[in-house]
């Protein structure tokens, strides 16, 4: 609910569980109020404070009064150059050559259902179900109108912003910093939290107090990068998974990003979202607008947990778009880390066999099924079956896999070139790469330029062509290296700034197309593993494969680290061998198992070669992710431990939104013998209702809460154990608590 208060000049926005409020001042700026727990309709004006400060000034508007100054008010959309000298929102490039921007009110509307950005991924829904507030505020030395957005989705407790930048004057406008979310917080006593990492090793949080200055994190890599997340949070300092004010902040955006956070000198904090304005500008011609990419807001006055929870809500059900919304996905085998480049139809069909006869249910085809492709020095840009390899081409292939009961999926990497290859030598300027310079060379290939439709229409068609001949129903879309050398041979020099943006722009573009030519195609997002995990991709690719590391012991983490944000449903899982390709450690199977099936769940390895007692392990895993993959994905999520802490075990749960329901998953580390008893304290349940768990009796949720439920004693590395729980009639005679015996539950 959006609410406007003429007295106050007050605009509240309202979800079920927080209130967010904003004020127009006399002098036209926008000041933030208020955001956090839900309170009645209210005028909180009173809490803007006025002063005269030293070094401060004070805009025309305020006349004599040196108590209003831009430096020291809380803003909805910062300015810069005209008396706040914290992290700016926006900046223009006027026609005389100042870098500034001033903004002020000129009018506001309060409408049903949600805004719309062309070509940007946005969360939706129905009209009952959103609010718009729209303001508009003026810049008239820079002839522009800029338009903040804020989209109210009120049962889900998430709001989002945007801000559309218009060229209302008669010549051109030129934009050098334009932010999606501007968060001015009356106070600096908190925590923020990244999400970091490199390749291998992606979103690992990173938890420390504001302290003075700007502390960000972002990426200049064109992807949004393994290295930095476009998610962050702030908190209490005490925040905890259960307890604590949380603000959590998202960016839809899959390219270069900024999130940084001012604490200013009067104990305050800003937090600027947006496009990172490294290499940035973007010319408007007259009538002529610019879309800030949308973040979204969640703040949660119970913890990271619940935060967490508000996220996966909304990203679940009004972010992701997925035609097989409320059904199980296949389960899937990939030939990648069973074959890499090496392979034929046999050692294919070989896989898929034994993949049908375990439960798999849909054969991923990965790299060098294409052009001249045995190594990943070549063959990026010819998108054509490379006959050599596959004689008869998909057209044979694919439904001989569907004639064993397996749908058929491929990996593409549409965004890229090799110089040795048909498309390079036919075009090299399609490569981004800038006059007189050498190129840098990522993993031995070059990026095209997605910023031009020709490139993006060439590979569309060999795509479409591709795709049209057998029988696909499942695409990898994957991206494996980060930009250099950013220069389109198709823009003037005063233009260059809007590459990265325009190839960001043509990625979704195309994603798009694909989209609406192939309906039915599950499309699951990549950059060498989770380079380009993001809300911005998850618009387009319901799943995202979440890293290339699949070790089960570092998937723990990183799956953590993800879950901040994220839901398991959109996290790529697999279940690979032993010992682990990257980092060596072997793990028992059914804890691989149970790592990957808390995400997107699927093989990749070479299941001909498992022993009987393997394959029959591996049956008993599907059964398991078939029988409760409802709970598993769809369920609410808790982090019941921290990886990243030294302790002896990892456990998660995942249970129904009734509570009726919970599977909760616990791998321990390294063995040690005499190991103490351990009790695990579990989360969200029904304290009133009676659980039977899987082979260990009957307990009350609030005993399982409160007391904790007794782990096995376990034998060796890395040991797993899930239990069921399913709530028992009340009308049952009271349960006896049946304590089990070290090691004696049946998973
Ligand atoms: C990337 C992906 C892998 C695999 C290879 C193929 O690294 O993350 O899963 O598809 O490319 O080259």
Request: hydrophobic share 35%.
């Given at each position: 609910m959006i609410v406007y208060h003429e007295p106050s000049r007050t605009y509240t926005l309202h979800t079920k569980h927080t209130t967010y409020q904003l004020a127009v001042h006399p002098t036209g700026v926008v000041q933030h109020v208020y955001y956090g727990p839900?309170?009645?309709?209210?005028?909180?004006?009173?809490?803007?404070?006025?002063?005269?400060?030293?070094?401060?000034?004070?805009?025309?508007?305020?006349?004599?009064?040196?108590?209003?100054?831009?430096?020291?008010?809380?803003?909805?959309y910062s300015t810069c150059g005209v008396g706040d000298f914290r992290l700016p929102s926006i900046e223009f490039e006027l026609p005389c050559g100042s870098r500034t921007a001033d903004l002020r009110y000129a009018r506001g509307e309060i409408r049903r259902g949600k805004y719309a950005l062309e070509g940007l991924p946005a969360f939706y829904g129905g009209e009952e179900e959103w609010e718009t507030l729209s303001l508009v505020l003026r810049d008239d030395a820079a002839q522009a109108e800029v338009e903040l957005l804020y989209g109210v989705l009120e049962e889900y407790d998430l709001i989002t912003r945007s801000v559309l930048v218009r060229n209302v004057g008669e010549g051109p406008v030129r934009l050098c910093r334009c932010a999606s979310l501007c968060l001015d917080l009356p106070r600096s006593d908190l925590d923020m939290v990244t999400f970091n990492g490199a390749h291998l090793m992606e979103r690992c949080p990173s938890r420390a107090p504001l302290r003075p200055g700007i502390q960000s994190a972002g990426s200049v890599r064109g992807a949004s990068s393994h290295q930095h997340n476009p998610f962050v949070i702030l908190c209490d300092r005490e925040a905890n998974e259960d307890y604590g004010l949380c603000y959590g902040a998202m960016l839809l955006y899959s390219g270069n990003f900024q999130a940084a956070v001012e604490t200013g000198q009067f104990e305050n904090a800003r937090l600027v979202m947006g496009v990172n304005p490294y290499h940035f500008t973007w010319t408007l011609e007259p009538g002529g607008v610019f879309s800030a990419p949308e973040a979204a807001l969640v703040c949660s006055e119970a913890g990271l947990g619940e935060m967490s929870r508000r996220f996966h809500r909304a990203i679940r059900d009004r972010l992701v778009r997925d035609h097989l919304r409320g059904r199980r996905k296949p389960v899937l085998v990939n030939n990648w880390e069973a074959t890499y480049f090496d392979f034929d139809p046999e050692k294919l069909l070989a896989i898929a066999r034994e993949a049908a006869a375990l439960g798999v249910e849909l054969f991923v085809l990965d790299d060098g099924w294409f052009g001249k492709r045995d190594d990943d020095n070549s063959g990026l840009g010819d998108w054509q079956v490379?006959?050599?390899?596959?004689?008869?081409?998909?057209?044979?292939?694919?439904?001989?896999?569907?004639?064993?009961?397996?749908?058929?999926?491929?990996?593409?990497?549409?965004?890229?070139?090799?110089?040795?290859?048909?498309?390079?030598?036919?075009?090299?300027?399609?490569?981004?790469?800038?006059?007189?310079?050498?190129?840098?060379?990522?993993?031995?290939?070059?990026?095209?330029?997605?910023?031009?439709?020709?490139?993006?229409?060439?590979?569309?068609?060999?795509?479409?062509?591709?795709?049209?001949?057998?029988?696909?129903?499942?695409?990898?879309?994957?991206?494996?290296?980060?930009?250099?050398?950013?220069?389109?041979?198709?823009?003037?020099?005063?233009?260059?700034?809007?590459?990265?943006?325009?190839?960001?722009?043509?990625?979704?573009?195309?994603?798009?197309?694909?989209?609406?030519?192939?309906?039915?195609?599950?499309?699951?997002?990549?950059?060498?593993?989770?380079?380009?995990?993001?809300?911005?991709?998850?618009?387009?690719?319901?799943?995202?494969?979440?890293?290339?590391?699949?070790?089960?012991?570092?998937?723990?983490?990183?799956?953590?680290?993800?879950?901040?944000?994220?839901?398991?449903?959109?996290?790529?899982?697999?279940?690979?061998?032993?010992?682990?390709?990257?980092?060596?450690?072997?793990?028992?199977?059914?804890?691989?198992?149970?790592?990957?099936?808390?995400?997107?769940?699927?093989?990749?390895?070479?299941?001909?070669?498992?022993?009987?007692?393997?394959?029959?392990?591996?049956?008993?895993?599907?059964?398991?992710?078939?029988?409760?993959?409802?709970?598993?994905?769809?369920?609410?999520?808790?982090?019941?431990?921290?990886?990243?802490?030294?302790?002896?075990?990892?456990?998660?749960?995942?249970?129904?939104?009734?509570?009726?329901?919970?599977?909760?998953?616990?791998?321990?580390?390294?063995?040690?013998?005499?190991?103490?008893?351990?009790?695990?304290?579990?989360?969200?349940?029904?304290?009133?209702?009676?659980?039977?768990?899987?082979?260990?009796?009957?307990?009350?949720?609030?005993?399982?809460?409160?007391?904790?439920?007794?782990?096995?004693?376990?034998?060796?590395?890395?040991?797993?154990?899930?239990?069921?729980?399913?709530?028992?009639?009340?009308?049952?005679?009271?349960?006896?608590?049946?304590?089990?015996?070290?090691?004696?539950i049946n998973i």
């Open positions: 839900r309170l009645r309709d209210c005028d909180l004006t009173g809490l803007l404070r006025y002063a005269d400060r030293g070094f401060s000034p004070n805009p025309e508007e305020a006349g004599a009064d040196r108590t209003f100054s831009l430096d020291t008010t809380p803003q909805e490379n006959t050599d390899k596959l004689p008869g081409g998909l057209e044979a292939l694919a439904p001989t896999i569907n004639g064993l009961g397996l749908s058929f999926g491929l990996w593409v990497e549409p965004e890229m070139v090799s110089e040795d290859s048909d498309l390079y030598r036919a075009h090299p300027d399609w490569a981004l790469r800038v006059p007189g310079r050498a190129p840098a060379r990522g993993r031995n290939q070059l990026v095209l330029d997605f910023s031009r439709r020709e490139v993006r229409d060439h590979i569309y068609a060999q795509l479409h062509r591709v795709l049209s001949s057998a029988p696909v129903t499942y695409v990898k879309w994957d991206m494996n290296r980060s930009l250099s050398g950013v220069w389109s041979a198709a823009l003037p020099p005063q233009r260059q700034g809007e590459v990265y943006h325009r190839c960001v722009l043509g990625v979704y573009e195309m994603l798009e197309r694909l989209r609406t030519d192939f309906p039915e195609i599950l499309v699951e997002g990549c950059c060498g593993g989770g380079g380009r995990f993001d809300g911005g991709m998850l618009y387009y690719t319901p799943q995202i494969w979440c890293s290339d590391n699949t070790d089960a012991m570092d998937r723990l983490r990183i799956q953590y680290g993800t879950s901040f944000c994220y839901p398991v449903c959109t996290m790529g899982a697999h279940v690979s061998v032993v010992p682990n390709e990257q980092n060596g450690r072997v793990t028992p199977l059914e804890t691989r198992g149970i790592a990957a099936m808390s995400g997107a769940f699927g093989y990749e390895l070479d299941l001909s070669k498992c022993t009987p007692e393997e394959k029959a392990c591996i049956c008993r895993q599907i059964e398991t992710y078939k029988a409760r993959w409802e709970l598993l994905q769809l369920g609410d999520y808790y982090r019941l431990t921290d990886p990243f802490r030294e302790g002896p075990y990892t456990a998660w749960a995942q249970v129904s939104p009734d509570r009726r329901e919970a599977l909760v998953s616990v791998v321990f580390g390294g063995a040690r013998a005499v190991s103490p008893f351990r009790v695990l304290k579990l989360k969200g349940l029904d304290p009133g209702a009676r659980y039977q768990v899987d082979g260990a009796g009957c307990w009350g949720g609030d005993a399982l809460m409160h007391a904790g439920f007794p782990l096995p004693a376990v034998k060796g590395d890395y040991q797993a154990v899930q239990l069921h729980l399913t709530a028992v009639d009340d009308q049952l005679p009271p349960c006896n608590c049946v304590l089990i015996e070290s090691g004696s």
